[in-house]
């Protein structure tokens, strides 16, 4: 048989017949156009705001004619990398701040994942009692701004120097409690350990609970015992999620704002991210802008070294929700004294602190802890001059009840678009699988992942403070709070998308296609509602940590756009310590209620969310 | 009734070919099946004629309009082809009722919701599935999943269709049932059909016309007559028939001015009418060519009968002689014991001949 090899000829590329040919080709491959859109937006909402930065660390801002007043605004300079990094002010910009940061980080980071680990092992392997109840408590502080344990170590432990009220120590035993329990190091790391060890614990179950059946085959096989399959199957099968697990801890608490703020700033004990917020407010700019990118290159290097121990692709292990049947191990005798363990310590990180709070929002006066006289003024008063100001109580505080309405539709609507945003980019990256846009595509959307919140709020109040190209300037809008809450879910909502997506087999769209359905008719009737519920607890993971966020808005937060978190922060600077115990019991409600309800609506999805978080 | 016709159809992903090259034209109204091994490049034909992929090289035209053509710059989307297409997964909308994957695209185009009915009427009661219309895809049993396919296909009133492997997944019985379905649906809707399938039987019924593909190349086109009986080379030879083709490798002598091909204990004596290329050539003969006997007959061969599968209407019998083993496919239900010994000979109007070299066969055809 003759084989015609030869290729027919091909169109020469600029002929008007290629173009037009490229062109309906173009047209025929909705996923490219849609890959190159989303890559064009992304580029512009995270690269170029970081180049903008890294260009105004380097040039003359104007605010520098204070310091230099012969320099030519825009002009390059290396001034702000000096005053970090080598001026006199060096010592205190930097190196302290940066020491403590990285000491906290430490000490969070190994006593959270421990905890969480030993939670989840407990959890999932063991036969520790009330299984089902601890799991669904244990996670709660998960729905929690991570600052609601320090609003309750203020309100036990806060001590008289720094003038305003006593906590409930001072009031029940008479002694003022030392400075570094009251603030500081200590009760930074407390504070942020008993929270973030829910990350480690969802990481760890999540590894746990798929690890074992592949170690009980393996062992079967081989005739390792117990001990040798511990060290050379279960660890390593562990060590991307604790690896995960670390990395992800450490760098939100460098980027982490709410906790060093409530417990550092009284004494002026600065971390990196309390550093950039006080920079910024005394109008240094530059400097925020120094530190900020400090932040990132750190964080980036963790990634990195993460990436190279456990390898790039296992390193960011998503959960599977795989179910969690094994074999369980005795505790034997040990067994209700751990189960009161986790009991003591639910009762700890999750129920104390509301307690705290509610009692804080009942006493009259501030500083007075007694059973007598609780009012429910701070909750239902009407407007009382002798009172907090004549701060009147939530129900009638219009400033209150626009920050719950602020941040619920901030809430609502940063699910919705991020929902939507997540299922265009695994529509382009899914569909284009296999292709370099494909790649960056999901590249470009992972990279907030390694800008610390605080950092990410910097860089925005940098580009979007002024009016950028088209774009007005934003500063005190609501826009710019969406529009930093979708970037920095991205990473996770993409992958949700993505995730969605696979789901959807290609003939599906295909069938539609060749019945002459065009492409927005087929996202409308097919792609989206067949992915709606596998968005759905992703966009619930969005709204709650939306809700709870302050550490990546409260640079961007004015009176004209004041969400909850920013509400609180604001009542306890100005120490009406009832208002900012009622507002945050408030939200931790708001968030509750919207979680059941969701979950009731989509039939259990909601804690199942978490899970895969 | 429109045709199709695919002019130097080439397509490779990643340098590596799936279709090397193809000419094909389906006749207006035919049903044409596209047979060969997995891998081999089905697929990707059709999905090029749907428009879902878009070939390297060549022109496909659908009726006298052109979709697609590399050296004009043509290239017509998916959703302007007004193609009918079945895939193997049938891919139904699992998130909508039977109707409403039924209607949707009739919905899109805007049609009167008076005709969007009767279409729909009319299409569940040619698969049956009347009372089914409400129900979802997942509340289906497997073939009534196809069916929904099908009449999803009908709705649309296409000229033209195209079903990739459409009944692999369905149990034999269920396969035999709906290959008459789909004859017959062909027959009614008059639609120009390229039907995919890496199923010789379903082909063999089915076809007007296959082509049997190989490696991103077209083996042979022809009538089912045609490829059963006249492969035109020993790749077509072998792949097609179950029990599989006898095949025998000999040398070739010429003795008082008649060719002998000398196979073993075979004295082949070839027909007049086949040139012999080469010093050895290949032979074939279909199992249900080689007569059996259990008496001695004369100039017929001796064997032992190595072993004995009946399969209902048919028994699959193997035989071997001191030199060559050889099938045979039997009508009835034979029950003969192994080790016996059997008399065989072949029919030699239906051996074929083929050149081991280019694989070619040498008898043409006619
Ligand atoms: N999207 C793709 N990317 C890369 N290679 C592909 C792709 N689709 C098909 N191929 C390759 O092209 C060749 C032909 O594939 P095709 O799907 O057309 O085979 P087929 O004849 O339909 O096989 P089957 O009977 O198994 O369905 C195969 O080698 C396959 O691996
Ligand atoms: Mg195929």
């Known amino acids: ?613 | 009734m429109q045709k199709i016709v695919l002019n130097g159809i080439q397509k490779s992903y990643a340098k590596e070919p799936a279709v090397r090259h193809l000419d094909l034209i389906v006749e207006p109204g035919s049903f044409l099946t596209i047979l060969g091994p997995s891998g081999c490049g089905k697929t990707t034909t059709l999905r090029s004629i749907a428009g879902l992929e878009e070939p390297d090289a060549g022109d496909i035209q659908l009726g006298d309009r052109t979709v697609f053509s590399r050296s004009q710059g043509i290239i017509v989307p998916p959703e302007q082809r007004n193609l009918g297409l079945i895939f193997q997964s049938y891919a139904l909308w699992p998130h909508m009722t039977v109707e409403r994957n039924i209607t949707l695209a009739l919905k899109e185009q805007k049609l009167s919701s008076g005709e969007v009915e009767s279409r729909l009427q009319s299409a569940l009661e040619m698969v049956q599935l009347t009372p089914y219309r409400n129900r979802y895809p997942s509340e289906l049993s497997g073939g009534q999943q196809q069916r929904v396919a099908v009449a999803r296909l009908i709705a649309l009133r296409s000229q033209f269709l195209l079903m990739d492997e459409p009944l692999s997944n369905l149990d034999a019985k269920l396969r035999t049932e709906m290959r008459t379905e789909l004859k017959r649906l062909h027959r009614e809707l008059e639609a120009t059909t390229v039907y995919v399938t890496h199923d010789q039987i379903e082909a063999l019924t089915l076809s007007d016309i296959i082509v049997v593909m190989n490696g991103g190349l077209v083996m042979q086109q022809g009538t089912p007559y045609d490829i059963y009986h006249h492969p035109g080379n020993l790749f077509v030879a072998e792949f097609i028939g179950d029990p599989p083709i006898n095949k025998f490798t000999g040398s070739f002598i010429r003795e008082d001015g008649v060719g002998i091909l000398q196979c073993g204990d075979h004295r082949l004596t070839l027909p007049c009418h086949v040139i012999p290329t080469r010093e050895t050539l290949v032979a074939t003969i279909r199992p249900e060519n080689i007569m059996i006997s259990e008496q001695e007959k004369d100039g017929w061969l001796k064997t032992t009968l190595d072993s004995v599968q009946p399969t209902g209407a048919s028994t699959i019998l193997q035989v071997k002689s001191e030199k060559s083993v050889m099938t045979l496919l039997q009508p009835g239900f034979m029950r003969m014991a192994v080790g016996d010994s059997v008399w065989v000979q072949m029919d030699m109007t239906k051996v074929n001949y083929f050149d081991p070299e280019t694989e070619q066969n040498l008898i043409s055809e006619g």
């Open chain 1, 1 to 613: 048989m003759a084989l015609p090899q030869t290729d027919r000829p091909r169109l020469p590329v600029f002929s008007a017949r290629n173009i037009s040919y490229q062109f309906y080709r173009l047209r025929n491959r909705p996923e490219l156009i849609l890959g190159v859109l989303c890559l064009a937006v992304l580029g512009l909402l995270v690269l170029v705001p970081l180049f903008e930065i890294i260009h105004d660390s380097l040039t003359y801002q104007s605010y520098d004619k204070a310091y230099r007043p012969d320099a030519e605004v825009g002009g390059f300079t290396l001034f702000h990398l000096e005053r970090v990094f080598t001026g006199p002010l060096s010592y205190a910009l930097l190196i302290k701040p940066l020491l403590n940061s990285i000491g906290i980080g430490f000490f969070v980071t190994a006593i959270g994942v421990s905890v969480g680990a030993g939670l989840a092992w407990l959890l999932v392997r063991t036969n520790i009692h009330f299984k089902g109840t601890f799991g669904a408590l244990i996670v709660i502080p998960y729905m929690m701004p991570s600052w609601v344990l320090a609003l309750a170590w203020l309100s036990l432990f806060k001590n008289d120097r720094i003038g305003g009220t006593e906590g409930m120590f001072t009031s029940l035993f008479g002694v003022q409690p030392p400075d570094w329990v009251s603030y500081g190091f200590l009760p930074i790391v407390i504070c942020l350990a008993l929270h973030y060890y829910v990350y480690g614990y969802l990481l760890m179950s999540g590894a746990l609970a798929t690890v074992d059946s592949e170690l009980e085959e393996a062992g079967a096989i081989c005739g390792m015992n117990r001990r040798q399959r511990l060290w050379r199957i279960t660890v390593p099968l562990l060590m991307p999620a604790l690896g995960s697990a670390i990395v992800l801890t450490f760098i939100r608490i460098l980027g982490t704002f709410g906790t060093p703020a409530l417990l550092g700033l009284p004494v002026r004990f600065f971390t990196f991210s309390t550093q950039i917020y006080a920079s910024l407010n005394a109008r240094n700019s530059g400097d925020a802008y120094v530190l900020a990118l400090v932040l990132i290159v750190m964080a980036i290097t963790f990634i990195w070294i993460n990436s190279r121990i456990i390898g790039i692709r296992k390193s960011f292990v998503t959960l599977t929700g795989k179910g969690f049947r094994q074999n369980e191990i005795g505790l034997g005798m040990w067994r209700w004294p751990a189960t009161i363990g986790v009991s003591i310590f639910v009762v700890i990180t999750v129920f104390m602190p509301m307690l705290i709070l509610l009692w804080e929002s009942l006493i009259i006066t501030p500083g007075e802890y007694t059973f007598e006289g609780l009012t429910a003024h701070f909750w239902f008063g009407e407007s009382d001059p002798d009172i907090a100001y004549g701060e009147p109580g939530i129900i009638h505080s219009p400033g209150i009840l626009t920050a719950l309405w602020n941040s619920i539709k901030l809430g609502v609507s940063a699910a919705v678009v991020n929902g939507f945003v997540g299922l265009m980019i695994g529509y382009a990256a899914v569909r284009g699988r296999g292709s370099l846009l494909s790649k960056w595509l999901e590249g470009v959307a992972f990279a907030p992942y390694i800008f610390p919140s605080i950092a990410l709020g910097a860089i925005y109040i940098g580009m979007f403070s002024t009016p950028f190209g088209p774009i007005p300037a934003l500063y005190g809008t609501f826009a710019i709070l969406l529009l930093i809450t979708v970037v920095k879910n991205l990473p996770f909502t993409s992958r949700t998308g993505i995730a969605a997506m696979l789901q959807i087999d290609k003939s599906l769209e295909e069938t539609a296609r060749v019945q002459g359905i065009g492409w927005f008719r087929r996202m409308v009737q097919i792609i989206i509602p067949m992915s709606t519920s596998g968005l759905i607890s992703g966009m619930l993971l969005t709204f709650i940590t939306t809700m709870r966020e302050l550490s990546l808005i409260i640079l961007l937060l004015s009176p004209t756009n004041m969400v909850l978190t920013g509400l609180i922060f604001n009542y306890n600077e100005q120490d009406m310590t009832q208002h900012s115990g009622a507002v945050t019991l408030l939200l931790v409600m708001v968030i509750i209620g919207m979680n059941l309800v969701v979950r009731v609506l989509s039939g259990g999805k909601g804690l199942s969310g978490l899970k895969s978080g």
